[in-house]
């Protein structure tokens, strides 16, 4: 069983579309984070979310939006996609009550590449 | 704020032994994790010091001090698979984020 899955895998689009990826993780956790991977291999927060909350919202554009419909499910819709929203965004989760958000798990990522 | 810096490549033996640093400058410190990434994948965890020394899990060890805001990784018996990026990261505990360094890329020669 996959334990973090995204969906899509790839993602090819043109400017000014909008786009959602979604996230699903089935470890129990209780929070959620998206982060952004650019060309350069720097991995960045986006967001967090525990228990459905919005924890994290670091300085990101507001053409993103992510959803927590429930603890087990993270979305993020993104609006009006720029050249400089191509990048890998991985979604995570980890066990934030055992003390352990520093062993986060990450889906398999989604490629945004954005023409 | 908070900043990780580790050296941006590595080259190393096959069977080797090689060492990864990783010096912080944070806000609010709790602990240093390690992250492994292949190509194409996903980051992975591999190791985490709350304390200062050295945590040892098979062949990669990790090490902490925090009088000198430093840590390492250590892989012994490098392989070939070995081959990949990897990730120091520091946590401030409880909801704040955690905070992942530049990234190092090993790459193991034959």
């Known amino acids: 069983d996959t334990a973090v899955s995204q969906t899509p895998k790839y993602l090819v689009t043109q400017m000014g579309n909008d786009k959602s990826i979604k996230c699903e993780q089935n470890?129990?956790?209780?929070?959620m984070y998206w982060y952004k991977q650019d060309s350069k291999k720097f991995l960045k927060i986006m967001f967090s979310?525990?228990?459905?909350?919005?924890?994290i919202n670091e300085t990101v554009p507001n053409r993103f939006s992510p959803k927590s419909p429930d603890k087990a499910h993270l979305n993020l819709h993104i609006n009006s996609l720029e050249l400089g929203d191509s990048a890998v965004y991985f979604c995570?989760?980890?066990?934030?009550?055992?003390?352990?958000?520093?062993?986060?798990?990450f889906g398999p990522g989604t490629r945004l590449t954005v023409t | 704020g908070q900043s990780l810096e580790q050296p941006s490549e590595v080259t190393a033996v096959e069977g080797a032994i090689v060492q990864i640093n990783c010096t912080y400058q944070?806000?609010?410190?709790?602990?240093l994790s390690w992250y492994q990434q292949h190509d194409g994948g996903a980051p992975t965890f591999l190791s985490y010091?709350?304390?200062?020394g050295l945590e040892e899990t098979g062949r990669f060890s990790s090490f902490l001090s925090r009088s000198d805001s430093y840590g390492y990784l250590l892989l012994q018996e490098l392989q070939m698979k070995d081959s990949a990026s990897y990730f120091c990261?520091?946590?401030?505990?409880?909801?704040?984020?955690?905070?992942f360094g530049t990234g190092t890329k090993l790459q193991v020669i034959p």
């Open positions: 995570a989760s980890s066990q934030e009550t055992t003390g352990r958000d520093y062993e986060q798990y």
């Open positions: 470890l129990g956790h209780d929070t």
């Open positions: 979310y525990n228990n459905k909350e919005l924890i």
């Open positions: 944070t806000s609010g410190f709790y602990g």
């Open positions: 010091n709350a304390l200062d």
């Open positions: 990261a520091c946590d401030s505990g409880g909801y704040q984020k955690v905070t």
